[in-house]
């Protein structure tokens, strides 16, 4: 059973500028959900995508969007970004079943200047 | 909508003593709880989760937590800690049958193990 995987590890931007983050889903789960975490902070939830459509929202502007595919891997889309971006993104999955039940890949730490 | 507290964000203790970290969080419904721990540079790992059932529950790597729901609370305990435990532990919440809602997440406590 392959665990949840985040591309690419690290990434170097600057402000304006579009990012696109990707995550495969652990083998089974067809629920993806990004979060943000900020230094020394928590992890904030972005968005849920179930069956390929969005499904639950947090706080964040639409300049954040995504995709889920029908291989259950998954897109982070953040257009015009901003300093404040930075941070560690983080995708989890989980199963139809148990969708409260969330499993974290490595995260991609983001840094806009 | 929930909210979660960690009430300590650094707990020092020495190797093989007892820890706990302590969680309360608010909802007006039911809830689901979990910790997480993030070791650095690294992503979260599921430590525990209470669903429903018995208020102890048991995770991995030796970890506990008792659910009290009159307290709203959620503490996480170690008889003896390692080195290896030195990382950033996480609760979170999730509403029961919330689960698009996504997971509601304190600051975190740095557990940090002396030698």
């Known amino acids: 059973e392959t665990g949840v995987t985040q591309s690419p590890t690290h990434l170097i931007k600057t402000r304006g500028q579009q990012v696109t983050l990707r995550c495969s889903s652990q083998?089974?789960?067809?629920?993806v959900s990004w979060y943000q975490q900020a230094l020394g902070q928590g992890p904030q939830f972005i968005f849920q995508?179930?069956?390929?459509?969005?499904?639950g929202r947090g706080n964040f502007p639409p300049r954040f969007s995504g995709l889920q595919f029908p291989n259950y891997s998954s897109e982070l889309n953040v257009n015009a970004l901003e300093l404040d971006d930075s941070a560690l993104y983080l995708c989890?999955?989980?199963?139809?079943?148990?969708?409260?039940?969330?499993?974290f890949g490595p995260g991609t730490r983001l840094l806009v200047l | 909508a929930q909210s979660v507290t960690q009430l300590d964000s650094q707990v020092p203790v020495f190797e093989e003593a007892p820890v706990e970290l302590r969680c309360n969080y608010s909802s007006s419904v039911s809830v689901y709880l979990f910790w997480y721990v993030q070791y650095p540079n690294q992503g979260l790992q599921l430590l525990l989760k209470y669903l429903s059932g018995s208020t102890l529950v048991k995770g991995i790597n030796g970890f506990e937590a008792e659910f009290n729901k009159s307290q709203t609370s959620f503490h996480l305990r170690k008889p003896s800690v390692h080195i290896s435990d030195t990382a950033e532990y996480f609760c979170a919440v999730s509403e029961y049958g919330g689960g698009a809602d996504g997971l509601t997440f304190g600051k975190g406590t740095h557990l940090i193990i002396q030698p």
């Open positions: 989890a999955s989980s199963s139809e079943t148990r969708p409260e039940t969330q499993y």
């Open positions: 995508y179930y069956r390929e459509e969005e499904n």
């Open positions: 083998s089974g789960h067809n629920t």
